[in-house]
């Protein structure tokens, strides 16, 4: 399926503006952007762009079948924590899935900094992993304890949205 425009007086009809769709359904033009539910999805299109398809970022994953989009300045930032995995060296894999584009910050939690902070940009909703790599105090501690736990805070700030924070422990190993 896909996306057709035309001029306003009816003219110069493109029936592939937007393709590789589903099933487009209840369009709403917000700025520069184009929202529309496609299936499982709420889709948004950047109407700047010399190529929309490409441009399409899916930035609500799961409806079902949603047919109808409203659009207001902001939207609340969904972010899940999916798994943690201690891997050697006191490195720890952290899996973390987010509803829109933005940025995704991993700092400490607690007063002992046993993490370097980290930060990943995402393009569009998705699961992705960030690897946190141990201080230099915490690789001290590995030396003595073969196990550590340390809190951190995931941030995440959606582009033109309300943030999304929680507080997670993870577990640094030595193996």
């Known amino acids: 399926a896909s996306i057709a425009r035309a001029t306003l007086n009816g003219g110069d009809v493109n029936n ?3 393709t590789g769709l589903n099933g487009p359904c209840g369009l709403v033009a917000y700025s520069h952007y184009l929202y529309f539910a496609d299936g499982p999805t709420i889709d948004r299109t950047d109407l700047t762009s010399a190529d929309p398809t490409a441009a399409t970022e899916q930035i609500v994953l ?3 079948n949603a047919c109808g989009v409203a659009v207001d300045s902001l939207y ?4 899940v924590i999916v798994a943690r995995h201690s ?7 952290l899996t973390v899935g987010v509803s829109n584009p933005g940025v995704i910050l991993v700092r400490s939690a607690s007063g002992l900094r046993l993490l370097r902070d980290a930060r990943a940009t995402v393009r569009h909703a998705e699961v992705t992993t960030i690897s946190l ?3 230099s105090i915490a690789r001290r501690r590995l030396l003595k304890q073969r196990v550590i736990q340390a ?4 941030e995440y700030l959606p582009t033109g949205g ?4 929680k507080t997670t422990t993870v577990t640094l190993a030595r193996r």
Do not use: C, E, F, Q
Not at 151 to 154: F, H
Not at 162 to 165: R, S, T
């Open 87 to 93: 891997r050697p060296r006191g490195i720890v894999r």
């Open 133 to 135: 790599v141990p201080t």
């Open 62 to 64: 799961g409806t079902k």
């Open 76 to 79: 609340a930032g969904k972010l």
């Open 162 to 165: 309300v943030a999304a924070a």
């Open 16 to 18: 592939s503006y937007i």
């Open 151 to 154: 809190r951190i805070r995931v």
